[in-house]
């Protein structure tokens, strides 16, 4: 358990401990399955997410 709380490297990054989560909303944020950011609707709602992860440790990757 100790090592989960441990530092670790992932390519240039160097993350205070090993855990990651992958986005689980993006690839469905469309009724029709298509990802992206396409409404005002969209931006506000990710935008307070963006907001308090920026709050925490939190490293968030975007391509």
């Known amino acids: 358990m100790e090592k989960l709380w441990s530092k670790t490297n992932i390519g240039i990054m160097v ?10 909303t993006r690839s469905r944020s469309q ?14 709602g990710w935008k307070k997410v963006t907001v308090q992860c920026m709050k925490q440790v939190v490293i968030c990757i975007s391509n």
């Open 31 to 44: 009724e029709d399955g298509t990802p992206g950011f396409y409404t005002d609707k969209h931006i506000k």
């Open 15 to 24: 993350l205070p401990h090993r855990l990651a989560m992958a986005p689980m």
